[in-house]
């Protein structure tokens, strides 16, 4: 029974992308389609003769696979070209789908984003930190960590937490916002109460 599921479904994924409405296939529906193919056991090759395209157009397309769930997301939504969110999840991983918001904001209300607007929005981010800063981000966010896990509610307050930081805490968090050159929230300084 599952050969015949098997095949029912090989000739399903040729008949559409050989059929009259083949070119109109989105780039993410026509890569499941030659992946259930090479799941069957096809070769690129052979798909690539079997729909007449090239084997490097069925390459490149079964990458378009390997998207994660964020980036495949906006690919459907039309954001960005298919073609861009692998280059981008190669590039960058996990920040890739981040990069590519960043680069909507910037563009400004343009419905697709391109390669051009990723390198604006890329050269608008801060440089990349080295390993020794990513270090001491890590050591003084660490003991931070620890305090927000242990917050507690706010007396009187419904809906706020508190948090008890040592003063050396607090120390090293506003060392670590002179590193990264933030402003303190509404030009405020720290407080003690």
Known sequence: MSDDR???????????LTGSHAEALAPLHRAELY????ASGWTEAQIAKRVGRSQPHVHKTLSFLQLGDRLRALVEAGALSATLAVSLQRDHGDNA????????????????????????ALSASPKSLSDEEQLTINARLLPLLWHLDHATPTPGRPGFLTITLPREEVEALQALR?????RPAGGEQGREE
């Open 6 to 16: 098997n095949e029912d479904s090989v000739e399903e994924a040729l008949s559409l």
């Open 35 to 38: 992946g259930r193919l090479t």
């Open 97 to 120: 789908a981040g990069i590519v918001r960043q680069a909507q904001a910037m563009a400004q209300g343009k419905r697709r984003v391109t390669a051009r607007d990723i390198a604006a």
């Open 178 to 182: 002179g590193m990264l050159a933030l």
